[in-house]
């Protein structure tokens, strides 16, 4: 019977057991390579959740949710968590996603019009900078937002707490993964027609999926954060007995 256990419990060919786990760019291209067909899937998912353009906001954490299963390589049912995420989170994502366009759009605007005005006046440098570093921090700030919402139930104001101290900690990782979904669109209207497919097939998964890459660890950190840092509370006698 020595050969049947061996054949269970010896070492896969190739595969280490003690292998170190890849981390950074190696951990994002094995799991793209693994759930390439699931980003596929949930690609079309997203496009069908959000036809209706109000129901966008809770696609996008239907998405996230999906996709940050996929970061912690947990087990997924794509058309189930999906939906249950979708209705699940979806006044708060519509809320959220109400006021985070907001945000943007007054920072965009602001950005054109003290562009448009430092052209004749230097001294509108000045606001146009802090107009380009507010709007670049709310961006990464909505995606630390919506992987946390995803991630716990948290009250609102906590939520945008831990999201903004995410922000700081580490927004480097939030801002190249928003290049890479830049880059995305870009490669798709470059290469248009050939690219037409692009869109349909992966831009919007792979777009979640680096922004959950991206800004997982953050928010695991800041996640962590409160209960490291909560100050210990001795039992009353009270709740002792």
């Not at 299963?69 to 708060?92: G, I, K, P």
Request: charged fraction near 15%; charge should be positive.
């Amino acid at each position: 019977m020595q050969w049947l256990r061996d054949m269970w419990t010896r070492e896969g060919p190739g595969i280490a057991k003690d292998a170190p786990k890849r981390t950074g760019l190696a951990l994002f291209a094995e799991i793209l390579v693994r759930e390439w067909w699931e980003m596929v899937k949930l690609n079309i998912l997203f496009i069908l959740a959000g036809l209706f353009v109000v129901t966008l906001p809770a696609a996008l954490a239907a998405m996230a949710r999906v996709s940050v299963a996929l970061v912690e390589d947990r087990n997924t049912y794509l058309l189930r968590d999906f939906t249950e995420a979708f209705l699940r989170y979806f006044w708060r994502a519509t809320a959220w996603g109400l006021a985070l366009c907001g945000a943007l759009a007054i920072g965009i605007h602001a950005i054109v019009t003290y562009a448009a005005g430092a052209r004749d006046n230097l001294l509108l440098s000045a606001p146009l900078t802090i107009a380009l570093v507010a709007t670049a921090f709310i961006a990464v700030l909505a995606c630390h937002l919506i992987v946390l919402m995803v991630m716990r139930d948290l009250p609102a104001l906590r939520l945008l707490r831990l999201a903004a101290l995410a922000s700081v900690i580490r927004p480097l990782p939030a801002l190249a993964a928003l290049a890479f979904a830049a880059c995305l669109w870009l490669a798709h209207i470059l290469f248009y027609p050939v690219s037409v497919f692009m869109p349909a097939t992966f831009n919007f998964s792979l777009g979640m999926f680096a922004v959950a890459f991206g800004v997982h660890r953050a928010a695991v950190t800041v996640l962590d954060l409160p209960n490291a840092t909560q100050p210990h509370r001795e039992p009353h006698a009270r709740d002792a007995s």
